[in-house]
């Protein structure tokens, strides 16, 4: 089993940054892939920011420019800082760490973008 602990949502203003955080423990021996989604009331869940242990980074097209997605290989962590919020940026986002066996999923973290 692995566990996601996601920090760092919250209220923001148009124009602001926030850094999320999410920390994997447990059986963490075989990821290859970890990332950000979100998902939007009344939309479906899709993909922010994603990276590959080959090196392979992939990022939605709404946030390219604003977002960075990096890790902390020895603390197991992986960040996403966002930079120039926008009020569609609004929505519960969700860590991911990917293994051969299954997919796993943090508890979300609520990020609004509101004046």
């Known amino acids: 089993q692995v566990q996601l602990v996601e920090s760092g949502g919250g209220l923001v203003q148009p124009g602001g940054s926030l850094r999320l955080s999410c920390a994997a423990s447990?059986?963490?021996?075989?990821?290859?892939?970890m990332g950000w989604y979100r998902q939007a009331p009344g939309k479906q869940r899709e993909l922010v920011a994603r990276?590959?242990?080959?090196?392979?980074?992939n990022y939605a097209d709404s946030v390219k420019g604003r977002f960075t997605i990096s890790r902390d290989n020895a603390k197991n962590t992986v960040y996403l800082q966002m930079n120039s919020l926008k009020p569609e940026d609004t929505a519960v986002y969700y860590c991911s760490t990917s293994l051969p066996s299954r997919t796993y999923w943090g508890q979300g973290t609520q990020v609004t973008v509101s004046s």
């Open positions: 990276f590959f242990n080959g090196g392979t980074t």
């Open positions: 447990g059986s963490i021996f075989g990821i290859y892939a």
